[in-house]
T-cell receptor
Framework: GDSVTQMEGPVTLSEEAFLTINCTYT??????LFWYVQYPGEGLQLLLK?????DKGSNKGFEATYRKETTSFHLEKGSVQVSDSAVYFC??????????FGTGTRLQVFP | GAGVSQTPSNKVTEKGKYVELRCDPI?????LYWYRQSLGQGPEFLIY????????DSGLPNDRFFAVRPEGSVSTLKIQRTERGDSAVYLC????????????FGSGTRLTVV
């Protein structure tokens, strides 16, 4: 069945460092791909998405490119801030209307 | 309302008891979803409503779990004979256009079965 694999956390960075959180997926078809973020004490929020191969999703300085050849959707940000500290979830959706999530990666950014 | 509202935010219940968790979606959103998030895991799909009907309930773990959405708006997730393994955060989400364009999640109900 479909699945999402994320790098284990926590990822610990200093402010202004470059961030990469790896995400790979397994799917039978051509899924839409998502990154959701969960800030402390808040609900899950959609961060960005891509619906077809080679699409780049971007929001709040974060980017991820849908790579069909490597079945990946890695999240990147050029310069992280303390306020980016959160748990990040990679997810996919195929023909059905449900999301399949990875286990999440906790990001901790220190000043 | 402005967002997806879930009540209660926390629920502690004794093993064997019955619980109801409520979700009030964004006004006008026809699609409503329930997920369960265990500690250290990503959310797992439980059930999806399109309007009043359950379009996909394949994620409900067993027949102790049931959900309704009688008027196509508010939904209630019902758990009978609760077990300690049911302890988790139960998340509700709603969408106007479906999963492919992203959902709006509520803050969840943290259920603890003691």
């Amino acid at each position: 069945g479909d699945s999402v694999t994320q790098m284990e956390g926590p990822v610990t960075l200093s402010e202004e460092a470059f961030l990469t959180i790896n995400c790979t997926y397994t799917a039978t078809g051509y899924p839409s791909l998502f990154w959701y973020v969960q800030y402390p004490g808040e609900g899950l929020q959609l961060l960005l998405k891509a619906t077809k191969a080679d699409d780049k999703g971007s929001n709040k300085g974060f980017e991820a490119t849908y790579r069909k050849e490597t079945t990946s959707f890695h999240l990147e940000k050029g310069s992280v801030q303390v306020s980016d500290s959160a748990v990040y979830f990679c997810a996919l959706s195929e023909d059905t209307d449900k999301l399949i999530f990875g286990t999440g990666t906790r990001l901790q950014v220190f000043p | 309302g402005a967002g997806v509202s879930q009540t209660p935010s926390n629920k502690v219940t004794e093993k064997g008891k019955y619980v109801e968790l409520r979700c009030d979606p964004i006004s006008g959103h026809t699609a409503l979803y329930w997920y369960r998030q265990s500690l250290g895991q990503g959310p797992e799909f439980l059930i999806y409503f399109q309007g009043t009907g359950a379009a996909d309930d394949s994620g409900l773990p067993n027949d102790r779990f049931f959900a309704v959405r009688p008027e196509g708006s508010v939904s209630t997730l019902k758990i009978q004979r609760t077990e300690r393994g049911d302890s988790a955060v139960y998340l509700c989400a709603s969408s106007l256009t479906g999963a492919h364009y992203g959902y709006t999640f509520g803050s969840g109900t943290r259920l603890t079965v003691v």
